[in-house]
């Protein structure tokens, strides 16, 4: 398990992507006790809620968490890029 560093690549299904997002933050030692697991079909409030709950999940974490997202330009959902930003 790794300690604080993941890299996943932008897939073309946002659907995929969060769930690669997910796999690679429970992969960490600090998100494996954090992430909650999640499977393909996301909750009622799509994957904008779930996002909502991984930050939320996230936020006693103590350690610094580094997500590397490569081809990122493979990404076009534009509702997947707009949950990204987090302002």
């Known amino acids: ?19 690669s997002v997910l796999g690679a933050l429970r992969g960490t030692s600090a998100g494996s006790a954090l992430v909650a697991r999640a499977d393909a079909a996301p909750d009622l409030d799509g994957w904008g809620g779930r ?23 493979e990404l076009r959902s534009g509702e997947a890029l707009a949950q990204l930003e987090l302002a």
């Open 1 to 19: 398990m790794s300690r604080g560093l993941r890299w996943v690549r932008g897939e073309q299904d946002p659907q995929r992507f969060w769930l």
């Open 51 to 73: 996002r909502e709950r991984l930050l939320k999940d996230l936020t006693p974490l103590a350690d610094r968490l580094w997500l590397v997202i490569d081809d990122m330009h």
